[in-house]
């Protein structure tokens, strides 16, 4: 499966974006999809994820400022990201996990200013 992997740039803090990932696949087969992230020097993390089901999984430090969500007909996953903080600054990655494998969308930048 692709995955087309839009949104991110330059916002301030406090500000919102948000990141859509389109699969070129039905969400419906895909056992979760969601988005990673990775800062300078540091590991990759999970930011959030939606599983076919519909339940989710969102770090702690975003809870309560990042929503994930999907749209079926469009096989789209987005996340809103609000009041967001500089810290929240990293490459973001879409990725999504079927029985085959796990993939992965091209990193976006996001940057949070203070």
């Known amino acids: 499966v692709q995955l087309q992997a839009s949104g991110g740039g330059l916002v301030q803090a406090g500000g919102s974006l948000r990141h859509s990932c389109a699969a070129s696949?039905?969400?419906?087969?895909?056992?979760?999809m969601g988005w990673y992230r990775q800062a300078p020097d540091k590991t990759r993390e999970l930011v959030a994820r939606?599983?076919?089901?519909?339940?989710?999984d969102v770090a702690d430090s975003v809870k309560g400022r990042f929503t994930i969500s999907r749209d079926y007909a469009k096989n789209t996953v987005y996340l809103q990201m609000t009041s967001m903080k500089p810290e929240d600054t990293a490459v973001y990655y879409c990725?999504?996990?079927?029985?085959?494998?796990?993939?992965w969308g091209q990193g976006t930048q996001v940057t949070v200013s203070s």
């Open positions: 696949a039905s969400i419906l087969n895909i056992v979760t």
């Open positions: 990725n999504a996990v079927l029985n085959d494998g796990t993939y």
């Open positions: 939606i599983s076919t089901a519909g339940s989710t």
